[in-house]
């Protein structure tokens, strides 16, 4: 596969990538980019919403993961 971009912007990333492969780069970039945006939307969460509050969702999110973990592990 092939993706076009300005010379400009090649330039820069080969510079950024140094010895690694395309594919582990762009992942790192990606993955990085993703950490960073789920990070501001918790803090961005923390102003808006209690401290209780924010217990409750995280209380609810592990409850909703651990009961998903069982319906993948009986399958």
Same mark, same amino acid.
């Given at each position: 596969m092939t993706i076009s971009v300005p /010379? +400009?912007?090649k330039k820069a990333l080969q510079r950024a990538k140094r010895d690694r492969e395309w594919g582990e780069y762009l992942? #790192? =970039?990606y993955s !990085?980019? =993703?950490r960073l945006r789920q990070e501001k939307a918790y803090e961005e =969460? +923390?102003?808006l919403l209690t /401290? #209780? !509050?924010l217990a409750e969702? !995280?209380?609810s999110s592990k409850g909703f +993961? +651990?009961?998903f973990r069982m319906r993948e592990g009986g399958r």
């Open positions: /010379p +400009r912007v992942m #790192e =970039l !990085e980019n =993703l =969460l +923390r102003e /401290p #209780e !509050e969702i !995280e209380a +993961r +651990r009961s």
